[in-house]
């Protein structure tokens, strides 16, 4: 056999090899959003509890006869990738580690408990600080005029959707200091783009709050602002280290 065919027929063996690598990790994360969906379908009513909770006294309806049905299984569903979120993302990192250095796996490895815990921050900031006076205002807003009666599908989308944003937006001083640590951002320019980052996070906030009401776009304008700002710092912190490793690396 020649150079040529033998390297083919490698290469070959390494597509395939990855190819089952991909498929058995795949199979991995569905079996495990399988049963955290089995679980959340134990605890669904627990779960709705939390999520109407923030509404008070307020009283919901569903006008289908397969509505509720459906809900159930938005919750589930949702409560189940949660879940089982950590889980597939170690399979994530473990697919694609054999091709990043010893340098990127650190970072990689670094980065991803950040991830969950600033999402985490960010759904708990939603569901405690801004759902309740949103929900207050909206529930409220036009009662002179007609008897509110909200359906429940409507009300867990609007909140499902609102403390999923809120989350992902709880990621921005992870992925700052992760675009910094790559050298695309640095503190400097950051800090010159301060008033366009305030304008930005109120269009933001306006955009997130399912409400028209500047007392709630101020309680999601403000955090997002606290964020950029701190994003400055861990954007300073990262440049300074680097130049810190920098300096104290031997010559070659």
């Known amino acids: ?24 990790r795949l199979t991995y994360c569905a079996i495990a959003l399988v049963v955290t969906i089995g679980i959340s379908f134990i ?17 919901f309806v569903f006008i289908e006869i ?25 399979h994530i990192v473990m697919y694609i580690s ?11 490895n670094l980065i991803i408990p950040w991830v969950g815990l600033m999402f985490i921050v960010g759904v708990v900031f939603g569901y405690l600080v801004l759902l309740p006076p949103a929900l207050k205002f909206l529930f409220n807003f036009g009662t002179n005029i007609a008897i509110p009666q909200i359906r429940i599908e409507n009300y867990i989308g609007v909140v ?13 001083p992870v992925l700052i ?4 640590r790559i050298g695309i951002v640095n503190s400097k ?17 306006a955009l997130i709050t399912p409400t028209m009401d500047p007392v709630n776009q101020t309680i999601v304008a403000a955090p997002l602002i606290v964020l950029y700002e701190i994003s400055i710092v861990l954007a300073w912190l990262v440049q300074k280290k680097k130049v810190e490793a920098n300096t104290t690396k031997p010559p070659d």
């Open 98 to 108: 054999p091709g990043l250095t010893r340098k990127e796996k650190r970072m990689v």
């Open 160 to 172: 499902t959707r609102l403390l999923l944003v809120i989350g992902l937006v709880f990621e921005l």
């Open 43 to 59: 605890f669904a009513n627990q779960l709705f509890e939390i999520l109407t909770r923030p509404a008070g006294a307020q009283q």
């Open 189 to 205: 320019a950051l800090s010159k783009q301060r008033k366009w980052a305030y304008v930005l996070a109120f269009i933001l906030s």
């Open 1 to 24: 056999m020649s150079t040529n065919e033998t390297t083919t027929a490698e290469k070959r063996l390494t597509l395939l090899g990855h190819l089952l690598e991909l498929r058995n």
């Open 177 to 180: 200091a992760f675009l910094a």
């Open 66 to 90: 397969t509505e509720m049905m459906s809900v159930y299984m938005k919750v589930c569903l949702a409560s189940g990738l949660v879940i089982a979120m950590p889980f597939i993302l170690y």
